[in-house]
Structure formats: C-alpha cells, structure tokens
C-alpha cells in the first residue's frame, strides 16, 4: 500500500499513419473541456431520444419531495390528487398509526434534489427527463475520470463510451424511475470524488506540502462528497478504501483518516434522517417489504440447464434480508444469468413484445453478457496488482458487489444487473487502465462494440415491455 499510484499510464505507440494516430491527434489538440461537452450533448441527445415517452409511473421521489415541501416525511398514500396517483406503488411503508400516509424506505437524496423542481411543477414533474439529464452529465464526469486515468485521449474516450452506452447506466438514466434514479444520483458523487482524490494525489506529487495537520483538507472534502453518494445509495460507503489507498494526505494513514472523517458527516445525516422519519436508527421499511412482498420468480432459460434454479427462492421467515446464504444464487445472476429463449417464436419474433424468440429475463442478465468489456480490467489487474489505484479500486468494486449480492433482491425488474451501478466508477477506471494497456486493437474495440450494441437491444425492450 506503500507504493504511489503512477502519474502516466502507458501509451502504445500506433502505426503511422494510423486512423488511431490521426485520431489522437486531433483530439491532442483539443481543449478536453470541449470534450467533455460533446460528450455530455452526445449522451444527453441519446439518453432522451431513447425513450421519449417517459411514462413517470414510479416516481416516489416526485410525492416524497411534495411531502417535504408540505412540512412531512411521510407521503399521502394511497391516493389521487389532481389526476395524479400513487396507488399503485410498491415498496411502500404503510405506517398503522397514521392511515393514508406511509414511509418510502429509500435514502433521501434524489427527493432533496427534486424539492425546487417539485416546488414549481408539482405531482407532474417530469423526474425522468431530469435524470437522463443527470445521467448525460455523468458521462461527462466519466470522461473527466478516464482522461486522469490515462494520458491517452482515445483511449479514454473508448473506455468514456464503454461507460455511458456499453453499461446499464444508459438504461438507468433513460427510464429514470425511482430504483434507477437513486443509482445516477449516486454516481454523480462517486465520480466528483474519486476524480477530486486522484486529481489531489497527483497535485501533492507535484507540490509537496508542509502538513501541520493531522487532516488533509482536499482528502477531506473527497470524502465528504463520497459519503453524499450513500444518501442516494447507501452500499456505495463500502468503497471507503479507494479513498484510503488513493488521494492528498502523504500517507495511508492520513489519507484514509481524512476521508473517513469527511464521510462519516453524511453518514451520519442519514441515520439522523432514519431516526426522525421512523424513530429508528436503520430504515424499517426495507424489512417490512422484505416480509410482505417477496415471492419466488421463475428461473427462466437457466433453469432449463440447472433444475435447482426453477425459481429464485426467498426466505423470509428464516433469513434476514441482508444474509449470506443469498450470496450463490445472486451470484448467478450477477454473472450468469441468461436471457429468454422461446425458439417457438421463430426469427418473425426478434422485436416481437407478445412472443420474442430471445428478450432479456427481468430478473437480470449477466454482466459478463451485458457489458462484456469489463473484461478487460483484466490486464490492469494483472500488471497493476502493486499499483494503489488498481489496490483501491478493485477493494471498492468488490466489497460493494459483496454487499449488494447479500441482498434478498437483485433488482427485478430490470435489464441487466443495475446494482452493478454502484460499483461502475471504481470499475471504469479498471477498464480504463486495461484499454490503455492493451491499445486500440481489434478485440478491445469489439468488446467495447458488443457491450454497446448489447445494452441498445436491452433499452429497446426495456421500453418496448413497459419496464
């Protein structure tokens, strides 16, 4: 952990001549702000054109937003005002001692977000379109994020591209809705943070610093801004380590005290919040649906290859929500969850929405299906293994993914494995190093090309089915 995050990453020489070397050259010559322009009015563009109809149904954060602004934390429910209505909501906490109203047991920061907008649109504000917003800017910080990664342009702008067409983050920010828009808010605040501590590591490399504090400021402030991301989702704190092993600080020690510090603030608002909404330190409302709304769901194609997986069992008579005999079988969706196969259908049935001869599961799909250029992390790994920001990155994506795969659910209905969301900043900046490594050879461009022509199909239907 001793060893210092290196200052450029390796670029492969290209052919002379190349369309890679007339590429690069152009973008050498530009100013990276307008870059990261283009590429926000790229994703903007697309991420509303993907879905235009934007239906709003699930938009608990619009109703939790007009009940802050009424002075409650407890939404009206379930009822119709002015032609809106939410009685159709899941995950909802009914509260027994005050009829008609009931507690949304998601963290609170997408709702604070929405409080001016709600305030001047009301119950018909459009949250979806605010997220594609959010979701476009996004693109841009990951942008930002790739181009520290690696002094290769092109090469951070594949892996930008990887990001925001070839990961579910697209559907995520297209459809907008309420398990969605908490994962984009979350990211937002990934990114800022992990790019403010690699931009201070960098700066102290530089400019040495005399330390007459036992905090560092920049360190701080990175993980003040990483702890706001689990307001939105709260398994993001997990990735606590990236801070300690990359950032300002000179040290493990004063890095990882500083941004801890920083991220226990927002921490502990959240518990605050949890206290005076419930009269509980941790959020009851999840436990509560955990008991009242789990049922078995079909195992789809593969069940067909392995019987035990007919239907994804829940427990909660006898497990917890959070409990590690759920760990195989999420496992398995995580990483080899199939799509839907009905060969009756015929290829007549390719975009077929009443008999499609192959369709996403809306238990998941595979990640190494869905976004097959997560592979190449790999090679960063490999010859990154010494390197704190491949150490920090691959601690935060797997102790995150660890605790969402503890999870009852998995996220249905969804395309793909949207929790991989709260581990996507930490993982693109794998993917990054492992695109810069390898160059822009055919197979890494064929990756980067099949995991977005994989998540187009996945926006399509998810649009298409109603998701």
């Given at each position: 952990m001793a060893r210092s995050i290196a200052t450029a990453r390796p670029v492969p020489p290209p052919r002379p001549g190349s369309v890679g070397d007339r590429v690069r050259a152009r973008l050498d010559g530009v100013d990276p702000t307008w870059i990261g322009l283009a590429v926000f009015v790229a994703a903007l563009v697309i991420y509303i054109a993907s879905n235009p109809a934007r239906q709003n149904f699930y938009d608990h954060f619009v109703w939790q937003a007009d009940a802050y602004l009424h002075g409650r934390f407890a939404i009206t429910w379930p009822v119709v005002i002015d032609g809106f209505s939410n009685e159709y909501f899941q995950d909802v906490y009914p509260l027994a001692a005050a009829p008609g109203y009931a507690l949304l047991p998601f963290p609170p920061l997408p709702a604070v977000l929405l409080i001016p907008f709600?305030?001047?649109?009301?119950?018909?504000?459009?949250?979806?379109?605010?997220?594609a917003g959010l979701g476009a800017v996004n693109v841009a910080l990951a942008w930002r994020l790739t181009s520290r990664v690696t002094p290769d342009r092109l090469?951070?702008?594949?892996?930008?591209?990887?990001?925001?067409?070839?990961?579910?983050?697209?559907?995520?920010?297209?459809l907008g809705s309420t398990w969605f828009a908490a994962h984009v808010v979350a990211s937002f605040f990934l990114f800022v943070a992990i790019t403010l501590a690699i931009d201070g590591e960098a700066r102290e490399r530089?400019?040495?610093?005399?330390?007459?504090?036992?905090?560092d400021g920049r360190q701080f402030a990175a993980g003040l801004i990483f702890g706001v991301a689990a307001l939105a989702r709260l398994t993001t704190i997990l990735g606590?380590?990236?801070?300690?092993?990359?950032?300002?600080?000179?040290?493990?020690?004063?890095?990882?005290?500083?941004a801890a510090l920083g991220a226990a603030i927002p921490v502990a608002v959240l518990l605050a919040y949890n206290l005076a909404s419930s009269g509980q330190l941790f959020e009851p409302g999840y436990d509560y649906l955990y008991?009242?709304?789990?049922?078995p769901i079909p195992g789809g194609l593969l069940a067909q290859v392995f019987p035990s997986l007919q239907a994804i069992g829940y427990h909660p008579g006898t497990w917890s929500a959070e409990d590690l005999r759920y760990l195989p079988q999420n496992l398995v969706i995580m990483l080899a969850w199939l799509p839907v196969v009905q060969p009756q259908c015929g290829l007549d049935g390719l975009f077929s929405t009443t008999c499609a001869l192959i369709r996403p599961d809306p238990l998941g799909m595979s990640l190494l299906l869905t976004s097959p250029a997560y592979l190449l992390a790999i090679p960063a790994l490999l010859a990154g293994w010494r390197d704190r920001l491949v150490i920090g990155a691959v601690a935060a994506v797997g102790l995150i993914a660890a605790a969402d795969l503890v999870h009852f659910s998995q996220g249905w209905v969804q395309f793909g494995y949207r929790f991989s969301n709260d581990f996507a900043p930490f993982a693109l900046i794998l993917v990054t190093l492992g695109i810069a490594r390898l160059g822009l050879?055919?197979?890494v461009l064929g990756l980067v090309a099949v995991s977005v022509l994989v998540n187009a199909w996945g926006v399509f239907w998810g649009v298409a089915l109603g998701w």
């Open positions: 709600v305030a001047l649109g009301g119950l018909g504000t459009d949250a979806a379109l605010l997220v090469a951070a702008l594949v892996a930008t591209a990887f990001y925001g067409f070839g990961t579910v983050a697209w559907y995520a920010a297209m530089v400019r040495a610093t005399a330390r007459r504090w036992p905090l606590l380590p990236f801070f300690v092993a990359v950032g300002s600080g000179g040290s493990v020690w004063r890095r990882g005290l500083s008991q009242t709304e789990t049922v050879r055919r197979s």
